[in-house]
């Protein structure tokens, strides 16, 4: 079956603008979770999403970036007024659940370059 | 906060080598798992280990879960070219409910032909 997809897969934006980042989870997975990952860095948690409760923003680094999901499908990670820091790999991963017994799928991630 | 430290950061090494990565903590996890991330792909799971002691072999990988669950080693016999990435562990929080993988910072390996 089809696995997490990620549009676009490379991003280059000016400094100042917004940019919306997309994530199509596997089917049935009611979890879905937004990472970055900066150059030769591990992954920093950004926000989860857990079937009809309230994601979980604790790692948004600040309120310039927002996420929605509808239902339990496609999500939307925006990020407005992008700035160079923001220049990244911004990766979406879905599960059935949460927790550590269950596998994390990733998409291939989305680079983003802020000039 | 529950942290997972993973050490070395970067490992180069000669092909046919073996190493050993790690990954600890001062917290207990439910479970712990071990993803490989080539360039410009996301990771990738290898294994997960749920019980304290717990030894896997996946080819020329051997993963060990702590018996205190609060670590975990991951060694390559060999080293190949291909398993050049960066390796990450992820542990399972105990909480139950809604408590996503908490993820260490990796390891990443370069394997020299």
């Known amino acids: 079956g089809a696995g997490v997809s990620q549009s676009p897969s490379n991003k280059v934006t000016e400094k100042g603008k917004d940019v919306e980042l997309r994530c199509d989870p596997i089917s049935g997975h009611t979890a879905l979770y937004w990472y970055r990952q900066r150059l030769g860095q591990g992954l920093e948690f950004l926000i989860y999403?857990?079937?009809?409760?309230?994601?979980?923003k604790s790692g948004l680094p600040s309120d310039r970036f927002s996420a929605e999901r509808t239902g339990e499908s496609v999500s939307t990670l925006t990020i407005q007024r992008t700035q160079q820091e923001d220049s990244a790999v911004y990766l979406c991963?879905?599960?059935f659940g949460t927790g550590g017994g269950y596998e994390q799928y990733f998409g291939p991630g989305t680079r983003l370059t802020v000039t | 906060t529950q942290l997972l430290e993973q050490s070395p950061q970067f490992l180069s090494i000669q092909e046919g080598e073996n190493l050993t990565v790690y990954c600890n903590s001062s917290s207990v996890f439910s479970s712990l798992q071990w993803y490989r991330q080539e360039p410009g792909e996301g990771p990738v799971l290898l294994v997960t280990?749920?019980?304290?002691?717990e030894v896997k072999k996946l080819k020329r990988l051997t993963f060990q879960f702590g018996d205190a669950r609060k670590d975990s080693s991951l060694h390559i016999t060999a080293a190949q070219p291909g398993d050049t990435g960066l390796y990450l562990c992820a542990g399972g929080p105990l909480e139950s409910g809604n408590t996503p993988l908490v993820f260490g910072k990796g390891t990443r390996l370069s394997v020299i032909a």
């Open positions: 991963a879905s599960s």
């Open positions: 280990v749920v019980t304290g002691g």
């Open positions: 999403f857990q079937g009809n409760s309230a994601p979980d």
